[in-house]
């Protein structure tokens, strides 16, 4: 599409689609994807704006060997409580203080999913076995590792949004899924050293990619939204 035409009506649905039908899956097939496609994926993803073009993300994708053995290595320390207990977050991905509505949408989304698994409110084993998943990228074919340089701030990790965004969608356009994981900023000392980060380089976050299996029950999650009248606020005087 030339830069200056009007969409039509079937462009516009496509991106659409793209965007409503992504939703985090928590399950994923063993079907590969080709680097070629990543690649594709990544390319496209990097039209993301950022201030003064300063572009700053860096993408890991781990396939293979390299996968597994950082899935290995983060899962053996997350199974052991005497070194999970010094593994602490980098950053506050979320707030110290959870208040009304946020706590109230975490909650839910927490127990939904639980619910779907058959995983009780007081089932702690089976809680930690599910957040353990995370570690193994729900078994994606692709593990996505998000770095930053430590020198930029604020408004190049709000450009980072958008590109994580665009990754999500284009890879829907492609007919795969992803799930955006937080849960990886515990380990980020033991990922930069797998990794061989710079010293300059911060983790992120980390990103499932692949085709999502159809019969996984948690994947049937689709979490709700607010109404546009609860968050937009228009103003024309």
């Not at 356009?173 to 380089?201: D, M, S, V, W, Y």
């Not at 996984?216 to 606020?233: C, D, K, M, P």
């Amino acid at each position: 599409m030339n830069l200056y035409d009007q969409p039509t009506e079937a462009q516009m649905a496509a991106v659409d689609a793209a965007i409503t039908s992504r939703h985090s899956m928590r399950a994923f097939l063993h079907t590969p994807v080709p680097r070629a496609t990543v690649e594709d994926i990544l390319r496209v993803a990097a039209r993301a704006p950022s201030g003064t073009n300063t572009q700053p993300w860096q993408v890991h994708v781990l396939t293979g060997a390299a996968k597994q053995r950082l899935s290995d290595r983060i899962s053996a320390a997350y199974e052991n409580s005497a070194e999970l207990a010094q593994h602490e977050r980098e950053y506050d991905y979320y707030p110290k203080e959870w208040t009304s509505p946020y706590l109230d949408r975490r909650r839910k989304v927490g127990w939904d999913l639980y619910g779907l698994l058959g995983i009780a409110k007081t089932d702690k084993a089976g809680m930690h076995r599910q957040h353990g998943r995370n570690y193994r990228f729900f078994d994606a074919p692709v593990g996505l590792i998000f770095s930053i340089d430590r020198v930029l701030q604020q408004g190049s990790w709000m450009d980072y949004g958008m590109f994580l965004q665009n990754i999500m969608v284009a890879a829907r356009a492609r007919g795969l899924h992803t799930c955006p994981q937080a849960a990886f900023t515990q380990f980020h000392r033991l990922i930069a050293e797998e990794l061989a980060f710079k010293p300059a380089q911060m983790l992120v976050c980390g990103m499932a990619l692949g085709h999502a299996d159809p019969a996984a029950v948690e994947n049937s999650l689709v979490t709700g939204r607010a109404a546009v009248s609860e968050f937009a606020h228009f103003i024309d005087a």
